[in-house]
């Protein structure tokens, strides 16, 4: 019984001593610009007071690669996506800078996908393949491929240090139960759900891993396990995998659901893209 | 020449004279070691930058020997003194003979 007990509470020291440290009192300053790595959680997460931005979760090497463009690894892939905005491919003859004279003309943009138009959900990656396909001639990108992702970070990129605001009313409304449900919904072998480690748990070590909130404000993000950039459904078929569940497909709209409801989660979390996680 | 090769080098505008300054360069490149094979088990041939060198002013700052370990966009941080105000030249030499070539001007404040 004492024994226990002592289990118990070096169990709940471990817990606070995690979230101190991930609660830490640091600044995320990119290029000398200070970016707010916390906010109060939006309204309807009700088991949270305040949101984290993964950074804070990470240590203190892969927190510093983020705060300079040059160390941070996922400039390479962003100026491969400059190059891309300004390569003409397809029938039509055209590129991106064809239309969109700047990359800068879509700042505002990232903070606000995913986003409804016509009743459909659309991701970010979905408005540069429609531009593709039907604009350019040309053939969709893979949704998480190279090309994509080196896209997606240039346009997001645009507006680091905007506040998230994703709209989650009206047309977003039943998308946004949607994801909320899957959030929620265990699945796989272990029986988890998105919740339980990321609501739960987050702060606390997953063997190795420091957990997060699973906040999508810096995607896509460059990993250091891969070392490229990752698109957040991309990460959701990692997380699913890891709770041995069979992944939904990246762009359906189980993830597109998903990915609105965490955008959404993150409400008021400033944009980090492209950000550095391990 | 290997594609998608692009020199990244970052020196600060100004210096004091005879300050030592950090510099950060970043080569984008495969970095192809020679000892992995494709799917039909042929070795990929080798392709990698074999060699790196600064010059300040034509002096020579490092010069650097590059071997297939090296994994893909080598990244070097080195400091240098900088006695005067002048140019520094950065050179990459791949294996199938291309050279990139970057330069970077710094001034006395």
């Known amino acids: 019984m004492e024994l226990k007990t002592l289990l118990t509470s070096v169990a709940i020291v471990g817990f606070s001593a995690g979230l101190v440290s991930a609660q830490a009192d640091v600044t995320l300053a990119v290029e000398g610009e200070v970016i707010s790595t916390s906010a109060s959680a939006p309204a309807f997460a009700e088991n949270l007071d305040t ?9 203190l ?38 239309c969109h004279e700047d990359v800068e003309d879509f700042v505002g943009l990232r903070p606000a996908m995913p986003r409804v138009e016509d ?3 659309v991701t970010m990656e979905n ?15 893979k949704y998480s491929g190279g090309q994509m992702t080196a896209m997606t970070a240039l346009i997001g990129l645009q507006s680091r ?22 959030y929620y919904q265990r699945v796989g072998q272990l029986d988890m759900s998105c919740s339980n480690c990321h609501e739960d748990n987050y702060g606390v070590m997953i063997r190795a891993d420091h957990l997060s909130q699973g906040q999508i404000n810096g995607f896509p993000a460059y990993r250091l396990k891969n070392a490229k950039l990752n698109s957040a459904h ?30 959404a989660r993150g409400n008021g979390l400033s944009v980090e893209t492209p950000s550095v996680r391990n | 020449m290997a594609k998608g090769v692009k020199p990244r080098v970052k020196v600060p505008k100004t210096a004091a004279a005879g300050e030592t300054i950090t510099i950060k360069t970043l080569i984008s490149h495969k970095m192809e070691s020679g000892r992995r094979k494709d799917a039909d088990g042929n070795f990929i041939p080798r392709s990698i930058i074999n060699r ?22 080598p990244y ?28 970077k001007k710094i001034k006395i404040a």
Do not use: H
């Open chain 1, 234 to 263: 991309a990460r959701f078929k990692g997380c699913m995998k890891n709770i041995r569940a069979t992944p939904y497909k990246e762009g359906g709209d189980e993830f597109k659901a998903l990915e609105l409801y965490l955008a």
């Open chain 1, 51 to 59: 949101v984290y931005s993964g950074w804070l979760f990470r240590k």
């Open chain 2, 76 to 103: 070097f941080q080195f400091d240098a003194v900088v006695p005067e105000a002048g140019e520094f030249k950065f050179t990459w030499y791949d294996d199938d003979g291309s050279v990139y070539e970057t330069s």
């Open chain 1, 161 to 182: 240090g905007m506040s998230i605001n994703v709209a989650v009313d009206g047309d977003a409304a039943p998308f946004f139960e949607r994801g909320k449900d899957l």
């Open chain 1, 61 to 98: 090497e892969t927190r510093s690669l983020q705060m300079d463009d040059f160390d941070n690894p996922a400039f390479v892939f962003v100026d491969k996506g400059i190059d891309l905005f300004e390569k003409v491919d397809g029938t039509e003859g055209k590129a991106c800078a064809s």
């Open chain 1, 119 to 121: 009743g459909t959900l």
């Open chain 2, 52 to 73: 790196f060198v600064v010059d300040f002013n034509d002096q020579n700052v490092i010069d650097v020997t590059l071997e297939p370990a090296i994994s893909t966009n």
């Open chain 1, 127 to 141: 408005l540069v393949n429609e531009c593709r396909t039907e604009r350019m001639g040309a053939e969709p990108w």
